[in-house]
């Protein structure tokens, strides 16, 4: 059978023996393991010590449950998780490269119970399996806010900054009760427990959580609250169903060197005596132009108001973006030729990130100590080596149909890539927040070069060749290594027709013979991003006017009563718009399918080789967070599976989401008479 109808056939099949799951041994982290993990510049979030039921994954068969017939994965033992969280101020320090100095500060944050970590804002990292029970339990300890709702006129004004919730970025979940659940506010003083039901078919990539409470959001994920949230899977493909690309990446029984970088833009300020921002600034054409947020020595450096977002802030701050909590880091232990995974997760707010690799030159100069406006002349001088190529093999936590070569790999908000990486000789990297231009930049504006860190690689292979060869040659033999022969063999033809993953895809295409149409090539959803200045009655003089800015969602403000309904079951195409600016577009729950990218032009550019740095490529890919480019139209198919409930959709750029650049999504069941919904009185 040829590697293409090879995976017709494992896409239409039906599940129809039981699958046998090894079982695999996790670790449970000591205090001591947990501070040495913290210690190594290198590490990702600090893991969480979870406790975890005896019967962990049992061994043997796994048998899917008949209602779960015709997905693409199988299922697993089911076992259970925990983890509590403290919410509370965290004081601590953050490195400033422009001084040299530790400023401190006092930020909203995650932690563990009990723990004083080393790099307090950033969350635990929470790994789970496909068919577990999650439970987190949060104990807001914030200080109160009495009446903070009724000191704002509306709900689209940013308010109740120590109220709080979660969300599981990404996770296929129900949005109902305890579970993903966002419409729900935890106050100060109020302990809950979420509890997240991972489906055993659940596709196993990178997530993340962070809090969602509409008015506080942006305030909260900018002061560090968020996490990373990997699904680690251990289905095998057969010809029956496809499987966990984490069963692939394996060399000598081990996963292949990992690397977790969470990205962060902590956007902290410190204010005079007024409460303004301290600000430097220099003349250029005659006017003051910001450069840097200042913070003096005994300052302390907060977020507390919102006026520490928006278009130009980020860059105005002279903030540098962290990787896993730490500005400027170091990743050790990389060697030469070795294939690496790296999970990337932008989990901040307010910036764009364009990541590079390059080889740095022998010899370069310390880069501890550059201000923001200094790191690109740094670069140029110091990061001369040709641009590393990327293979990315999932977005969002949900694996390619094919990798995906790129030397930029442009993240916004929200965004996870999960890439693969060979550094072909011995030396030191330069890992790199490349140029992006303003179409590309949730700023709207061009943005410079700044250094996110090194890697420092050790002797092995030197790949003097061309790396996607190299790369799927060790993946040729890792299938080797841990499939079935017969599978093996699909796995390496369709790995040389173009770095095929077909065996790896978590979900079956969106066809358009099973789409829900109001007429012939009409998409059944039509979303919209806009935002509008308009005059309102002056609350100080109701003869006069003032102007009022509205983020909108299909022209009209947040409103928590209304929702756009859904049909359970249904398969829909959507059309993605804007028309001010560009944001990034997520969804809960249902994840999407990109059928195609049209430009002002009409031009398809999500297809590969279309030049679009934001898209091409991505034709066929799912995701559930993604760019809407001002003036383009992005068609994209989902299905409205397993979960009824009300959740949401917003603008990632979270300050926008705050002030009402969000709509809610209600899926409701059918009537059962296939033409519409079922209500009743």
């Not at 442009?410 to 000789?425: A, K, T």
Request: net charge negative; hydrophobic share 35%; aromatic share 6%.
């Amino acid at each position: 059978m040829t590697s293409s109808s090879a995976f017709d056939a494992r896409r239409s099949a039906a599940r129809v023996k039981p699958v046998v799951c090894a079982a695999v041994p996790l670790l449970l982290l000591s205090a001591a393991a947990l501070a040495q993990a913290a210690e190594r510049v290198d590490a990702p979030p600090v893991p969480a010590a979870i406790a975890r039921s005896a019967e962990l994954l049992r061994k043997g068969a796994a048998e899917a449950a008949p209602g779960l017939q015709g997905r693409r994965l199988p299922a697993v033992a089911p076992h259970e998780a925990k983890l509590a969280l403290d919410i509370d101020y965290t004081e601590s320090t953050i490195y400033n490269p422009a001084t040299g100095r530790n400023d401190r500060v006092k930020l909203r944050s995650y932690r563990s119970p009990g723990t004083k970590p080393k790099v307090p804002f950033v969350a635990p990292l929470i790994e789970i399996q496909p068919g577990e029970t999650v439970r987190i339990a949060l104990d807001n300890q914030l200080p109160p806010e009495p009446d903070c709702a009724k000191s704002v006129s509306n709900i689209n004004i940013p308010h109740c900054f120590n109220s709080t919730n979660l969300h599981s970025h990404g996770l296929w979940v129900s949005p109902a009760g305890n579970s993903d659940n966002v419409l729900i506010a935890l106050l100060p003083g109020v302990k809950f427990e979420y509890e997240y039901n991972i489906p055993p078919d659940h596709p196993s990539g990178t997530f993340w959580y962070h809090p969602h409470m509409h008015g506080s959001t942006a305030l909260q994920v900018a002061s560090g609250m968020a996490g990373t949230l990997i699904v680690r899977g251990s289905r095998r493909p057969t010809d029956a169903h496809t499987g966990d690309i984490d069963t692939l990446l394996m060399e000598n029984g081990q996963r292949v060197t990992e690397r977790v970088v969470q990205l962060q833009q902590v956007q902290y300020a410190c204010r005079d005596k007024d409460g303004n921002i301290k600000k430097k600034t220099v003349k250029k054409d005659g006017k003051d132009v910001v450069v840097a947020w200042v913070c003096d020595e005994n300052d302390v450096g907060e977020v507390s108001r919102y006026d520490q977002f928006g278009q130009t802030t980020w860059s105005e701050s002279g903030r540098y973006t962290s990787v896993n909590g730490q500005v400027l880091p170091t990743f050790e232990g990389g060697r030469a030729g070795a294939v690496e995974r790296w999970r990337a997760v932008h989990a901040g707010v307010r910036n764009s990130v364009n990541l590079q690799f390059r080889k740095m030159k022998s010899a370069a100069k310390a880069f501890d100590r550059l201000e923001v406006g200094e790191q690109q002349s740094w670069i140029d001088a110091n990061c001369t080596g040709p641009l590393l190529p990327q293979f990315e093999i999932a977005s969002d936590g949900l694996t390619h149909t094919r990798a995906i070569r790129k030397t930029a790999n442009i993240l916004q908000p929200g965004y996870r890539s999960d890439v693969l990486v060979v550094f072909p000789e011995e030396g030191e990297y330069c890992v790199i927040d490349g140029d992006a231009s303003a179409d590309t930049s949730v700023s709207w504006t061009a943005e410079s070069r700044q250094l996110l860190g090194k890697v420092s690689v050790g002797k092995g292979e030197t790949v003097s060749g061309d790396a996607q060869a190299h790369l799927i040659k060790a993946l040729s033999t890792m299938a080797d290594a841990t499939q079935e022969a017969d599978i093996a063999a699909t796995i390496k033809t369709d790995l040389a027709a173009g770095f095929g993953l077909q065996s790896f895809v978590p979900h079956p295409d969106v066809t358009a013979s099973e789409l829900t149409r109001p007429a012939p090539d009409e998409p059944s959803q039509k979303m919209e991003f806009s935002i509008k200045t308009v005059d309102i009655p002056d609350p100080a003089d109701p003869t006069k006017t003032i102007k009022e800015t509205r983020f909108q969602v299909d022209n009209n403000p947040y409103d928590p009563k209304t929702a756009r309904t859904l049909v359970l079951g249904r398969s829909e195409e959507w059309l993605l718009t804007s028309i001010s600016g560009s944001h990034p577009f997520h969804i809960h729950v249902n994840p999407f399918q990109i059928d195609r990218i049209l430009d002002a032009n009409d031009k398809d550019v999500s297809v590969p080789g279309s030049g679009d740095t934001s898209y091409d490529g991505l034709k066929g890919t799912w995701k559930d967070t993604l760019w809407v480019k001002n003036g383009f139209r992005l068609y994209v198919r989902t299905r409205y599976e397993r979960y009824i409930g009300e959740y949401v959709l917003h603008c990632h750029i979270l300050d926008h989401e705050d002030q009402g650049m969000m709509q809610n999504v209600r899926v409701v069941l059918p009537d059962g008479k296939g033409g519409g919904v079922y209500g009743h009185h």
